[in-house]
């Protein structure tokens, strides 16, 4: 299972899914959607398509290698205490 980071741009009210087991200073594999959905479904076929890439070109596939956490906000204190 490769890590897949979703992103929201408020900005233009869309959403990107990429993935830091796949992207490098050469390639970035990336799914661009109006929901985080449309997002994920947009990656995993460009996926399918850079993995074919590779294969074409005698490339290795990336392996995941990437795991996530969520740690909490620290609380700062207010300076003018």
């Not at 980071?5 to 408020?10: A, E, G, N, Q």
């Not at 997002?39 to 995993?44: E, I, L, N």
Request: aromatic letters at 8%; hydrophobic letters at 35%; glycine letters at 8%.
């Amino acid at each position: 299972m490769y890590t897949v980071v979703i992103d929201y741009d408020p900005e233009n009210g869309s959403y990107g899914a990429t993935s830091p087991d796949v992207d490098d200073e050469h390639n970035a594999v990336i799914g661009i959607g109006k929901s985080a959905d449309e997002a994920v479904a947009r990656f995993r076929n460009a996926l399918q398509g850079h993995f074919e890439f590779l294969r074409e070109r005698g490339e290795p596939i990336p392996q995941p290698r990437v795991t996530v956490t969520t740690v909490p906000a620290p609380v700062l204190e207010d300076a003018e205490t």
